[in-house]
């Protein structure tokens, strides 16, 4: 196994994004431009934590038209609810369409922010057509108390932080993925894509320091030693194997807690799909709220 694609050529690193993604060039632009977006002014370590809202959610909307803000907030009030509970089981509640229904009851207040802030209005665009992030802020007791109902309950801060050991292969190319390695950037930053909205805080391990797995999920002996390596937090496998059969990736998850082993899987995603996935079947887990 390799421990990266060795993408030393601008052509050859431009193939395996364009297989990878599946997206036009200029994607890649958009995908940082989302992710500066939703970690801005974000801070590292204990004070990020601090200044973490949990009682929060943020969506991209069309404008800040009425009509575009009241579909902004039905889609904020279960992602809120999910990312305080870590309970996925409320997306698939029967009594969530009457709570989301009632968006606008359960929002304490809202803002926006012009995604193209800085950026003249071009063509025909309006305002009301430029993309916004819409953050929707919500009363603690309120959610605790509509969780109640709801037959969940909220997941504190702190939260334990995961370590994720993810291995990527495609063909005969293959790499454990690092936090600061040469291989294609575009997963760290699904990967935080991914972790943000649920509140997580998720590692990679550095380029000199990743540990020697293959394309299968590691034993729960070798999980043990990587949660050793990884200074107690919770370690999360992840394997990915494009398939073209399945037009996607195969995804495979394990992780180890004071529970035991838990496993779970998806089947011709997206890598983006894949770690979302991944996040949210750590978060329920670790939540208290059952399986993936």
Known sequence: MRAHLGLGSSA??????????GFAEGVPVIRRLLLASILAGAASGAAAAEELNL???TVVVTGTSEEN??????ECVPKMLVRVSGDQRLLHNAAMDAVIEQA??????????????????HDEQGSYARPHDLTCLFDP?????????????????????????VHVARGDDAFVLSSDGPETPYMRESLELAASPLALDVSLPRATARPEIGGELPSPEQLEALREAAAGDVPLAITLRWSDESLGWIANFRMLNEKGVQDWSATGVSFDEAFRVALRGAAQILSGHGAP
């Open 55 to 57: 009682y929060s959610s």
């Open 104 to 121: 606008r009851s359960h929002v304490s207040s809202f803002r926006y922010r012009d995604r193209l802030e800085g950026v003249p209005i």
């Open 12 to 21: 050859k690193a431009r193939q395996w994004r364009a297989k990878s993604i």
């Open 141 to 165: 007791v309120h959610v605790d108390d509509l969780l109640a109902q709801l037959g969940s309950n909220p997941w504190p801060l702190p939260r334990p932080r995961i370590a994720a050991f």
């Open 69 to 74: 803000r009241l579909i902004g907030l039905r």
